[in-house]
């Protein structure tokens, strides 16, 4: 079990929706993997559907979502969909442009964490390496460990 | 370059800088190194030793003659000041068409047309999350849709600028309204603001829709096509803003779009076209970020080396083809979400540094535009700001105002050896669609906005808000974002349905047949069977997806 929950988190790195800019979670996926993270980077404009098979067959502990034209309005389906296919255990952070009215929105929806413009370095890393390991942790229990 | 006394004709000169260089020495201590964006040291004082002006008339010459580093015309801002040309997109048609109106009452001089995303990403309103649409562009898919848009607007008066990257459907709409409307093509003035797809690859923005080949085709078609029946239109934007967006430096920035415009010209050489008939309709589109200075010698170099460019490399004879025409936008990465209303401060920055670096037209963001399409107040403080730099600032009344600085003319003549060296650097790697393809560019702008990020993090490069002065950052609740009305959008995408139901399938199975034809047929125009798609009644989305059958969708070329 050690060896289980002390593996460096798994994290997908993905945009979903219309919009393509990826400067921020190429940077992103880069210093995650500098912590020693596992990242599975794929190309923006991902269907839902997409990442939840991806994050299946990847046995990502977190989902990392970078969304700065509005993407984020349709994550609440994602989690859904995630719920849906037996992944509850994944966590889902999102980073980026998220207007303050609408952070309840997206907790509301199961959404771990949001990390906004200036969000620093550390405190994403801290907090996507905390998140994969209580993923880890819930995995691991519901199969019965 | 450094000259001594005696060619400065300065005896003494040598001595008395060499008494600062003490002064300053001994009270500075340790001098700190200061690198500008691109990499350029930057040295704390800059004198004749560093520009002589021996070399005026090659180096600068004078506005409105080649090498134009001074401006491209002969009265600059002075005769005619900048276009005024806010990008706007919104909601639905009838939504824009009252912001439109709105910028219009505001002073607004020339127009764009933003699209909504899911029109960029090549889809009809149908076929995307309806949660999505409208936030960040106008839902536009038809020539009707168009025809709300435009409604009271003169299609022959004012000069329209439609993000509209290839196929270029937008610009069909507008040539078929112009049609219905009974106005000449000719008439029709504006700019193709996304026909550069080669930034497309390398930004990675949500603009491409048909493969790398395939956008070739297509563009030089295009080229063509205004060429012949739009000749007022200016059908390709080389779009630096991307590249600079994505976090190429601003000297890359200026390399790899000058790469980019010589590769377009080449392609039109090589499809028979004469270049003097097609460079004088070429403009450029850049980033103007807050690196003031670095700005403003971009620019002066970038007009330099085009005209170099053009006159040596693709022969062109008419003066009008070395001319680097170029709109500037307020660059966006520079903004900060946090303490929302100091990016009018920084805007007003940017717009100096744009204007003093002899830009055509001029973007001014709005504040909230780090956190959402920009609300109407926002909008009018932006285009405000320009009416006071304009008016209360009087920055119209000298041309190239900071031409003989010191440091401005050694930092061009620096920036320019850079820029020159990046543009040697795409030639050795067979040319700008080569290097796209193979991913060098990519790699080269992820590695610049890596470095720029860590150098945020270091805290060497300050941001106000960011990395200091936090202090204050809950002063200010940012402004509620903009949100189309849902039920108004609803109902446009209903209509649509109905629209799509009502007009003949005869009609548009025709046209959309001639156009699966025209793809696969190298002796016909593609985009001239756009614009016929588009009267025939078909939508964006339709005509988007049989070209990508036909030439390819567009992919990411994703570089580590």
């Avoid at chain 2, 990008?87 to 048609?93: K, M, N, S, V, Y």
């Avoid at chain 2, 829709?209 to 934007?237: K, M, Q, Y």
């Avoid at chain 2, 460019?309 to 520079?334: I, N, V, Y």
């Avoid at chain 2, 929302?340 to 007003?348: D, H, L, Q, S, Y």
Wanted: glycine fraction near 8%; include cysteine; aromatic fraction near 6%.
């Amino acid at each position: 079990m050690d060896d289980v929950l002390s593996t460096p988190g798994r994290v997908l790195v993905t945009k979903i929706g219309l919009d393509g800019h990826d400067r921020g979670s190429r940077i992103v996926a880069a210093f995650l993997r500098d912590a020693g993270m596992e990242v599975i980077y794929t190309p923006p404009w991902q269907s839902i559907d997409a990442v939840v098979a991806l994050a299946r067959q990847e046995d990502v502990d977190v989902i990392g979502l970078s969304t700065l034209a509005t993407d984020h309005l349709i994550i609440p389906d994602l989690m859904d969909a995630l719920q849906e296919a037996g992944l509850e255990d994944v966590k889902v952070v999102v980073g980026g442009i998220v207007p303050n009215p609408e952070h309840d929105m997206l907790h509301d929806a199961g959404v771990a964490a949001i990390f906004g413009p200036g969000a620093a370095r550390e405190a994403i890393v801290d907090s996507v390496g905390q998140l994969a390991a209580t993923a880890r942790e819930a995995k691991f229990e519901s199969l019965g460990g | 370059m450094t000259a001594t006394a005696e060619q400065l004709a300065l005896p003494g000169f040598d001595e008395q800088l060499a008494d600062w260089r003490l002064a300053y020495k001994s009270q500075i201590g340790e001098d700190r190194q200061v690198r500008n964006r691109s990499g350029l040291d930057v040295k704390p004082l800059y004198t004749p030793a560093d520009w002589t002006g021996d070399r005026y008339l090659d180096d600068l010459g004078f506005p409105g003659t080649a090498p134009y580093t001074r401006g491209i015309y002969p009265t600059m801002h002075r005769g005619r000041t900048w276009s005024q040309r806010q990008l706007i997109g919104l909601g639905t048609p009838t939504d824009y068409n009252a912001r439109v109106r709105d910028m219009i009452d505001a002073g607004t001089s020339a127009i764009s047309l933003i699209p909504c995303n899911s029109v960029f990403r090549g889809n009809d309103c149908d076929e995307v999350p309806a949660a999505l649409l409208g936030t960040c562009g106008t839902v536009v898919n038809t020539l009707d849709h168009m025809d709300s848009a435009l409604d009271g607007v003169s299609l022959a008066d004012i000069s329209t600028a439609m993000n509209d990257p290839s196929p270029f459907t937008l610009l069909a709409f507008v040539l078929g309204l112009a049609r219905r409307r009974g106005v000449s093509w000719d008439k029709i003035t504006g700019t193709s603001n996304q026909s550069d797809y080669i930034s497309h690859f390398v930004a990675n923005h949500m603009f491409y829709r048909l493969s790398l080949p395939g956008s070739r085709r297509v563009l030089t078609d295009h080229i063509a096509f205004c060429r012949e029946h739009v000749p007022n239109w200016n059908p390709l934007s080389v779009v630096g803003q991307h590249m600079q967006q994505a976090g190429a430096t601003p000297a890359e920035t200026m390399g790899l779009t000058l790469s980019s415009a010589v590769q377009y010209a080449e392609d039109c050489i090589a499809a028979g076209m004469d270049p003097d008939t097609v460079l004088p309709r070429f403009t450029f589109f850049f980033d103007v970020s807050i690196s003031f200075f670095e700005e403003v010698a971009k620019f002066r170099a970038g007009r330099r080396i085009w005209a170099r460019l053009t006159k040596d490399r693709l022969g062109a004879r008419d003066p009008r083809s070395w001319r680097f025409k170029f709109h500037g936008q307020t660059s966006g990465a520079d903004l900060t979400a946090q303490q929302p209303m100091n990016n009018i401060a920084r805007v007003t920055a940017q717009a100096m540094a744009g204007i003093f670096g002899g830009l055509q037209s001029l973007h001014t963001d709005a504040y909230d535009e780090a956190i959402s399409t920009p609300t109407k107040e926002a909008a009018v403080i932006a285009v405000a700001t320009q009416n006071m730099l304009r008016e209360e600032a009087h920055l119209c009344d000298v041309i190239d105002p900071l031409g003989g600085s010191y440091y401005v003319e050694a930092l061009t003549d620096q920036m320019e050896a850079e820029i020159e060296a990046i543009i040697d650097r795409i030639e050795q790697a067979g040319g700008m669609y080569k290097a796209v393809e193979s991913g060098q560019v990519q790699t080269m702008v992820g590695r610049s906005a890596l470095t720029f990020q860590q150098r945020v993090d270091r805290g060497e490069e300050k941001i106000v808000g960011v990395n200091c002065y936090t202090g204050d950052n809950d002063l200010v609740e940012p402004p509620p974002p903009y949100r189309p009305n849902a039920e108004s959008m609803e109902a446009h995408v209903a209509a649509f349905a109905d629209y799509k139901a009502e007009r003949s399938q005869a009609t548009v199975e025709a046209a959309l047949g001639n156009l699966a034809r025209a793809a696969n047929d190298a002796t016909d125009n593609v985009f001239g069977r756009v614009v016929e798609a588009a009267e025939a009644g078909v939508t964006h989305g339709e005509i988007v997806a049989c070209l990508r059958q036909e030439l390819g969708m567009g992919e990411p070329l994703i570089v580590a």
